[in-house]
């Protein structure tokens, strides 16, 4: 059997971020030696359908392996990469019909049955985390009613399984780094490090905007720090990867676990430098001292509200002291912080507004002494169905239940639609912009 495993294209037109194929590279060294295979990451080529084409008619495989990550860029974004996944299909059933095709990836996963129903091209596709079931699912013949989380067509209709046991973060395969190289993603990017490196799995928070426990598990999963630590030290030696970026949804949860696995990057002399999101709560100047002595290049916080209704609207359980308290530990220690916020939340009031940009104020004037705030991103929610917040603006009115999701929808009612663009003013203004300065 021939095998081809594709990364469809998913990154903002002309944003030339990489961002390396974590998922599909662990996926892809779980294939039996039986089966021969080859890769393709659409998003690191100059012409991705040129490329796609070519593979498919000199290779002529026998399943392809679809990996869709994003839908959409965000960000206020109305592209969406939909087409990605619809012309990947359609190509691959035209060029080859007897190709089988399988999807999944995080983009997947947030829309599976209405993806399967968008295109039907699709054989098989698949509802989270792919280790688990993998390799039944390339078994030719295999029945897949009998396989956890896998979505297929039968006589007309699109079938669901429940899904089934999460993966023991200790038992991850490796990556294959002969298919999907390292080393094609670094030296580009100017944002973001290209290589992700999973601490944990799942989150057990419930965010009013995020999926992350839908996508995860609602129960953060996490992996020995020796595990990890291996990962980063084989990739520093084999392929000279010198910054991470942590995949985690919050990296310093639970704090004792992040500070074991601190001591154990430091202990390994990695002599690399990280970055990951971390919550506001639980940071101390202890742990984050901890933290810079093994790599820590620098924090995202996503405090997401500027208010305390906000951050009680939005389920965060923190508090605005605890953003300004986390902002002087950082401004203290000048590391390079980048801050999340969303506005013009539900139930925004011009009182509320006031209060939003006093707190604005605040964390500008923290940092500004430091120097250390690279950036304030602000967005305005992106509602997915089914997340808390969707369903308390539908249950109120305030959103008709018909809206159609797969396309971006954003909260971004009048008569505040112009503050995102006021407070990122306010920040340019204090020259807090592209003040990035990370080691890419
Ligand atoms: C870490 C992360 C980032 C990091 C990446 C750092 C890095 N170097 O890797 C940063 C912060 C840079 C980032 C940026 C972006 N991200 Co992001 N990111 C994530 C996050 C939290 C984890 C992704 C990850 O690496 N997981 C670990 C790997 C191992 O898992 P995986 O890729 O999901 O693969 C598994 C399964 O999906 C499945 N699978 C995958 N493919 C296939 C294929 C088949 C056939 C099968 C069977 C299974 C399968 O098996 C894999 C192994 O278990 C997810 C949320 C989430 N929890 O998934 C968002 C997420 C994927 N990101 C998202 C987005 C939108 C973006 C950005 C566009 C945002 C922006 N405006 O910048 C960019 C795009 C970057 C790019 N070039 O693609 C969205 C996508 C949804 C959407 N609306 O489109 C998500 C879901 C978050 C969200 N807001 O909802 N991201």
Not at 75 to 83: M, P, R
Not at 323 to 335: D, P
Not at 391 to 408: A, H, K, N, Q, V
Request: some cysteine.
């Amino acid at each position: 059997m021939k095998l081809v495993l594709i990364q469809l294209p998913t990154s903002h037109f002309g944003a030339g971020e990489k961002v390396y194929p974590l998922g599909l590279s662990r996926l892809s060294s779980l294939v039996p030696d039986t089966v021969e295979k080859r890769g393709l990451d659409m998003n690191i080529v100059p012409d991705p359908w040129g490329a796609l084409k070519t593979l498919l008619t000199d290779y002529r495989p026998d399943m392809a392996v679809l990996s869709f990550r994003n839908l959409d860029p965000l960000a206020g974004h109305q592209t969406s990469y939909l087409s990605s996944l619809k012309t990947g299909a359609a190509l691959i059933r035209t060029l080859i019909p007897d190709c089988r095709i399988m999807a999944g990836g995080p983009a997947f996963s947030l829309f599976a049955q209405r993806l399967m129903a968008e295109v039907p091209e699709i054989d098989l596709g698949l509802i989270g985390e792919g280790e688990p079931v993998f390799v039944q699912l390339l078994v030719p013949g295999a029945d897949p009613s009998t396989v956890p989380g896998v979505l297929w067509r039968e006589k007309g209709e699109i079938r669901v399984t429940p899904p089934g046991p999460k993966m023991d973060m200790d038992r991850l395969p490796p990556l294959d780094t002969q298919v999907f190289l390292p080393t094609d993603y670094t030296g580009a990017n100017a944002y973001v490090a290209a290589m992700g490196i999973e601490g944990k799995r799942g989150c057990d928070l419930w965010c009013g905007y995020c999926l992350y426990p839908f996508l995860g598990g609602t129960c953060m999963r996490l992996r020995a720090p020796d595990f990890i630590v291996r990962e980063m030290k084989d990739l520093r030696d084999r392929f000279n990867i010198r910054l991470f970026h942590f995949t985690d949804s919050v990296v310093n949860r639970p704090a004792d676990y992040f500070e074991a696995l601190c001591r154990e990057m430091i202990k390994a002399g990695l002599d690399v430098s990280w970055t990951g999101f971390f919550r506001e709560d639980g940071f101390t100047d202890d742990n984050l001292s901890l933290a810079m002595d093994a790599g820590l290049a620098a924090v995202y916080f996503s405090g997401d509200a500027l208010t305390d209704e906000g951050l009680s609207l939005l389920n965060k359980r923190l508090t605005c002291d605890q953003i300004l308290e986390a902002a002087r530990l950082t401004a203290g220690k000048k590391i390079l912080t980048m801050s999340h916020f969303l506005v013009n939340l539900p139930g925004e009031t011009e009182d509320r507004v006031r209060r939003s940009e006093a707190m604005l104020d605040r964390l500008l004037e923290i940092h500004a002494p430091a120097g250390n705030l690279g950036a304030v991103i602000f967005n305005h929610v992106r509602l997915y169905p089914g997340a808390p917040l969707t369903r308390r603006l539908i249950g109120s009115g305030r959103l008709d239940p018909e809206t159609d999701f797969l396309y971006p929808v954003y909260h971004n009612p009048a008569p505040f639609r112009d503050i995102l663009h006021r407070f990122e003013a306010k920040c340019h203004t204090a020259g807090v912009f592209s003040r990035f300065g990370l080691d890419l």
